[in-house]
Each structure stands twice: as C-alpha cells, then as structure tokens.
C-alpha cells in the first residue's frame, strides 16, 4: 500500500492510475479504524474501483478542543488494517497540507436549514468544518466516487447536498452501518467507553429497533418518549432523539406523509458521545 503525505505525492500516483482508465473511490475517515471503515474500503474495492482512504483529523470540524485532543490516534495499527485490506493508498496528509496559509475556504453555500437540527444543535460549527474539509480533500483526491458509511447519516445528507449545490464531479455511495455482535455501532469513539458503558451502550439500538415498529402510527412523540426512558434507565443521557424525514431533516408527525424516514439519535454513555440512527421507511426506489 503505499502512503502519500503530501498532494504532490497522492497525485502523482492517482494521475498514474488515472491515465490507466481506472477509477477512484475516497473513503475520508479521521483515523482508528475499524471494520465500518473497512467496510467502504471493501465496498469500494467490490465495485472495481480503486480504494484511497485519507487520514485526517480535522480540527475545524470540533466544536469542543478536549474532543479534539483526546479523540483516538492509532495511526500504525490503521496503516496495517489498511495493508491487511489492500487498500491501494493511504493519504495522511498534516494540517498545513489540508489547509495552507493562501487556503480559502467555500463560502455561501445556502445549507436549507440541513446544518439547524440534531446534530447541528448540538455541535455549533461541526458542519461548516465538515463540509469544508471534506471538499478540499475532494479537490486534492478528485475521486470518481465518494463512499461513506449511513452511520452519520446527518453527514452524508449535508454532503450529498453540497455535491449538488456545487455541482462536485463525484458520486456518493452510502455503505451500511457495521455493528459489534450485541448491536452498538461500530465507533472509533467506542474504545473510549468505560466497561460498565460499553455494557450499556447497546440499549441504543435496541431503542431505535422498537421504533422500525411504529409503521403507521400517529403517536409519534409517545413512541419517542418511550425510545428515551428506555436509554435513559441505563444511564445513558439522551441529547435528541428524533424521527425525521430523511430528505429534509424535518421532524415528522405523520409517518403516511412521508416516503423517507429515519431515527436518528445522540446521547451521552459517560463522557463519550455516541450516533445512530435506523431507516424506518424507504426510500422509495
Ligand atoms: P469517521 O472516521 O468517524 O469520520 O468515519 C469515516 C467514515 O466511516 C464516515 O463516512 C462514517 O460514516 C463511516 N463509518 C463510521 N462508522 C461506521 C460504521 N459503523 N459502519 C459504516 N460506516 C461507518
């Protein structure tokens, strides 16, 4: 595998491979890998195309500076996953690399109110800096494809529409969300988890798996009081928990009205923050 530190470096090789007709799919991750990641790497790789996944922590994209600091960095074990996986290259660029002093970053980018709820509630600037990170690591990889993982489904609706908006040459392929045995979603996060939380911690899903039950009803709001009491009897402190539709983050009331629709939630297991979310209908094909 090999691994590039600087654009000069990963664009040597992708014009190489480029000119050769093949096709290039990025898997932007920030590092501690795990089979989630490995899973678009394998998607990708299924596919015919070949495989650049970066490495990036990216600052901007933290709204709280202990978060940054203590977020995992496991770079040699995510250099053998990666070797292990054939992934073709590995792209860890610094953050002088990502964004240099003459950087100007994207700006007036209407977001139709996609960055105002859950996610975006909570973690003030997360998007911005998601967006713009992952549009300047597209203009350094200029992939054909994107893939990332229906796990920060929040992220990839607000990347999909950045694509649109700005027209991106690239395609965006959304892999399924891998979950341990006992159904916690798999999280570079999840390491960080105290045993007597990581016991806990997949009251989560089953929380979300009651909801994929609510089909028709009208009740919404009592089947998502019921969803939090039951995550919060195990101690875990709810942030939001919110059925939405999955075109326009709107929250639903009636679930006949819409084609497309997920339960997304965050919530605090100790001090670690952990997402999911199930689709509980569609979308239509
Ligand atoms: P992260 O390193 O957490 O920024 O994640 C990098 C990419 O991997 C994102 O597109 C995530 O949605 C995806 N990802 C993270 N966890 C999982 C998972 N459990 N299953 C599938 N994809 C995941």
Same mark, same amino acid.
């Given at each position: 595998?090999?691994?590039?530190?600087?654009?000069?470096?990963? #664009?040597?090789?992708?014009?190489?491979?480029?000119?050769?007709?093949?096709?290039?799919?990025?898997?932007?991750?920030?590092?501690?890998?795990?089979?989630?990641?490995?899973?678009?790497?394998?998607?990708?790789? @299924?596919?015919?195309?070949?495989? &650049? /996944?970066?490495?990036?922590?990216?600052?901007?994209?933290?709204?709280?500076?202990?978060?940054?600091?203590?977020?995992?960095?496991? /770079?040699?074990?995510?250099?053998?996953?990666?070797?292990?996986?054939?992934?073709? $290259?590995?792209?860890?660029?610094?953050?002088?690399?990502?964004?240099?002093?003459?950087?100007?970053? *994207?700006?007036?980018?209407? +977001?139709?109110?996609?960055?105002? /709820?859950?996610?975006?509630?909570?973690?003030?600037?997360?998007?911005?800096?998601?967006?713009?990170? /992952?549009?300047?690591?597209?203009?350094?990889? #200029?992939?054909?494809?994107?893939?990332?993982?229906?796990?920060? *489904?929040?992220?990839?609706?607000?990347?999909?529409?950045?694509?649109?908006?700005?027209?991106?040459?690239?395609?965006?392929?959304?892999?399924?969300?891998?979950?341990? @045995?006992?159904?916690?979603?798999? @999280?570079?996060?999840?390491?960080?988890?105290?045993?007597? *939380?990581?016991?806990?911690?997949?009251?989560?899903?089953?929380?979300?798996?009651?909801?994929?039950?609510?089909?028709?009803?009208?009740? +919404?709001?009592?089947?998502?009081?019921?969803? &939090?009491?039951?995550?919060?009897?195990?101690?875990?402190?709810?942030?939001?928990?919110?059925?939405?539709?999955?075109?326009?983050?709107?929250?639903?009331?009636?679930?006949?009205?819409? @084609?497309? &629709?997920?339960?997304?939630?965050?919530?605090?297991?100790?001090?670690?923050? $952990?997402?999911?979310?199930?689709?509980?209908?569609?979308?239509?094909?």
């Amino acid at each position: 595998m090999i691994i590039a530190e600087t654009t000069e470096d990963l #664009q040597k090789v992708t014009n190489g491979w480029k000119a050769e007709g093949h096709r290039i799919a990025f898997v932007p991750t920030m590092g501690a890998l795990h089979k989630g990641h490995l899973s678009l790497v394998s998607a990708a790789k @299924s596919a015919g195309r070949i495989p &650049i /996944v970066s490495i990036f922590i990216n600052p901007s994209q933290f709204n709280n500076k202990e978060d940054f600091q203590r977020y995992p960095r496991m /770079v040699s074990q995510d250099i053998e996953l990666l070797t292990k996986s054939n992934c073709a $290259l590995v792209f860890i660029p610094s953050v002088e690399e990502v964004y240099p002093d003459d950087f100007v970053p *994207f700006s007036g980018l209407d +977001l139709d109110g996609l960055d105002l /709820v859950m996610e975006g509630i909570f973690r003030p600037g997360h998007f911005e800096g998601m967006l713009q990170v /992952v549009k300047r690591l597209l203009d350094l990889v #200029q992939p054909d494809e994107l893939y990332m993982g229906q796990k920060d *489904f929040q992220q990839h609706t607000l990347v999909r529409h950045m694509i649109q908006k700005l027209n991106l040459p690239v395609r965006l392929i959304i892999g399924p969300t891998l979950r341990e @045995s006992d159904g916690l979603a798999m @999280s570079s996060r999840n390491m960080r988890l105290t045993p007597e *939380f990581r016991a806990k911690a997949p009251v989560i899903f089953q929380a979300l798996k009651r909801l994929m039950k609510i089909n028709g009803t009208k009740d +919404l709001p009592n089947a998502i009081k019921r969803a &939090i009491q039951m995550i919060e009897d195990k101690g875990l402190r709810v942030e939001y928990l919110e059925i939405v539709d999955a075109y326009n983050l709107e929250k639903v009331s009636d679930p006949n009205s819409h @084609s497309y &629709i997920v339960a997304c939630v965050a919530c605090w297991a100790g001090d670690i923050r $952990l997402i999911d979310n199930v689709v509980l209908k569609g979308p239509e094909q």
